[in-house]
């Protein structure tokens, strides 16, 4: 069904409004509705297709009933049951998961069908990290509670956990379907249900919906530009990233994603920072790999330019005058202001590629690769014999993740290509 699926089974025009307010009614208190197969409305985010059969089929055949037919023995089981569910309700609570996980199961052990002892048991499987278990008590939970929104919920985080995407999602839209209280919670792992299913525009389309909740959520803002990102929308995501950095400083995956992005546009300066940033918190994080990819083709990007030779028979004076300023910036080292001296719009006035080539350099040694790209391939596409501008421009495209681009380039040289520069180009480390 594609991206009809979180709308019900017709692609319908809804505004965007907060999901408790789409009844199209005026009853803000409602949640929105749209026909399913049948005519029959249905909430939003609880397509037919989930029954939540996918998760029903994997209860266990239910255990054999005591034998046990002694009333008074009975009782004592009872008895006994009841205790130990409340010592493990107080361990609970008291976050000693360990010692409650004994109680439980002593409770389930001699009396089964507490489906309460069930959802708490796996409830503290799930908090020490035992997510198998925490599944499979929840689903004897299932068992007598098949309409409790919270075993659903519960179900969601499990099959996060597991791995279990399409789970995941099922016992989300389940669990909203039952209008859970935590609606905002269930959006958060719905979306991040999606966005592991590579199904980033359903996944913006759900963090969307959920930043209209609170517009303060760091979760919502960091997997809205992780999806965007996925998508290749830039701007917007840089946007959101920005947003969740300033909601939790030290949000490291937000600062890492960052970089990466600011890698693909090619501000590079930029990029290395945000990847300082995350390695100050945790110097082992895998963006040292980016820090040091970035390094080593900036480091070659300088040898190769340093070799360019300057070309001097240009026949507009105008010209030869701000090629000499952009020079004499660049012996100083003043690279920023070389760059503007060959800005776009005096190359546009001027209409001398050499120009574009020498902005094209100029922008490289700013670490704005971005620019590098657009006034070289300027240049590339009225000189496309100029290897060394091939060169540059294969770098360029190695910088900023374009692989096929940079190896097409870096083929139509026609001398042997420097081998640390095709290394450099196979080492471009996946986002």
Known sequence: MGRSRLRGRRRRRVKKVLPSQ?????????????????GKLIPRYSATEYSGSKIVQLIPAEKPKSSVSDPELMEHQRSLAIECFQQGFILLEAKRYEEAIDKYNVSLAVYPDQPEAYYNLAVCYRRV?????ARDAALECLRMWKTRA???????????????YKEAEEACCMAL???AKNEKFLLDNLGKALWAQQRYREACEVFEDR????????TAH???????????????????????????PRHKEAWYLLGTLLCSRGVISEAQGAFDTVLQMDPKHSSSQWKEFTVSVDKKVRDVVAGFKREYR?????????LQLCWKLIDENKYSEAKETLSTGSIANLGNDLM???????????LDYDGTIAALERFHDKSPEDDEIKLLLGLAYIITCRKSDAFTMLRKIEVEVDPEIAALAKKIPLK
């Open 22 to 38: 789409r009844n199209g009614n005026g009853d803000k208190n409602a949640v929105e509705k749209v026909p399913g197969p049948d």
């Open 129 to 133: 990290g035992n997510y198998a278990k």
């Open 150 to 164: 919270s075993v659903w919920s519960l179900f969601a985080t499990v099959f996060l956990e597991l791995k279990k």
């Open 177 to 179: 379907q039952l209008k």
């Open 211 to 218: 930043l209209k909740f609170e517009d303060d959520s760091t």
């Open 222 to 248: 960091y997997y809205l530009g992780n999806n965007l990102l996925a998508s290749k929308d830039f701007q917007p995501a840089e946007i959101h990233l920005r947003k969740a950095i300033d909601l939790s």
């Open 314 to 322: 240009i026949p507009e004076s105008s010209v030869e005058a701000y």
């Open 356 to 366: 574009a080539k020498w902005r094209g350099i100029a922008c490289a040694l700013c």
